[in-house]
């Protein structure tokens, strides 16, 4: 089966326009994560769904971020009013989770954002 | 606190061991991770242990865990130039919740 897919691969925007980042999980996968890399840096945790649960959105730097899920599959990830420190590669990830699960999570291969 | 702290980087001979060390604050950590990013490519998972165990071995990566002191360590035998990317630590608390990864190591290899 396939991977998790994101879109766009690349988004060039000028400051203060909205973006949406799409992510299709692995079929199956209840867990999926946004994290966001910025350049030289790590992996900054953004927001995690589990199931049907509600999402744990404590690492949303700021009010302009909003994600959902839909279905329990496919995630939006949203920035409005873009600025330029937003600039960095939105990776998604998802997983079997739950007990007894190690919880590897498998990667797609991120939408880069460049906010002009 | 949720932090995995890191050195960012790191670098070896080829043919010596690396070693990359971790720190974590949350003593309920249930699994801790080592993942790989290779350059170009996305992240994947290289090993993990439980955090019942002290020490994990498989082929040429020895992963340590010391929960008293929340410290996890990868240890790469024989590192060649295949092993250069970057390597983060990550942990979990518990099954149902987020994985938190820390800012990554770069390993570079050396002649």
């Known amino acids: 089966g396939a991977g998790v897919s994101q879109s766009p691969s690349n988004k060039v925007t000028e400051k203060g326009k909205d973006v949406e980042l799409r992510c299709d999980p692995i079929?199956?996968?209840?867990?999926l994560y946004w994290y966001r890399q910025s350049l030289g840096q790590g992996l900054e945790f953004l927001i995690y769904f589990q199931g049907n649960s509600a999402p744990d959105k404590s690492g949303l730097p700021s009010d302009r971020f909003s994600a959902e899920r839909t279905g329990g599959s496919v995630s939006t990830l949203t920035i409005q009013r873009t600025q330029q420190e937003d600039s960095a590669v939105y990776l998604c990830?998802?997983?079997?989770?739950?007990?007894?699960?190690?919880?590897?999570?498998?990667f797609g291969e991120g939408s880069r954002l460049t906010v002009l | 606190g949720e932090d995995v702290e890191q050195s960012l980087f790191l670098s070896v001979r080829e043919g010596d061991s690396s070693v990359i060390n971790c720190t974590y604050t949350d003593s309920s950590s249930t699994y801790l991770y080592w993942y790989k990013q290779e350059p170009g490519a996305g992240l994947q998972l290289l090993t993990y242990?439980?955090?019942?165990?002290d020490m994990k071995q498989d082929q040429r990566l020895t992963v340590l865990l010391n929960k008293k002191d929340k410290h996890l360590s990868l240890r790469i035998a024989d590192t060649q130039t295949g092993d250069s990317a970057i390597y983060f630590c990550?942990?979990?608390?518990?099954?149902?919740?987020?994985?938190?990864f820390g800012s990554g190591t770069r390993l570079s290899i050396r002649p």
């Open positions: 990830a998802s997983s079997l989770a739950g007990t007894g699960s190690v919880g590897e999570l498998f």
């Open positions: 242990i439980f955090s019942n165990m």
């Open positions: 990550a942990e979990r608390h518990s099954s149902a919740s987020k994985i938190i």
């Open positions: 079929s199956g996968h209840t867990a």
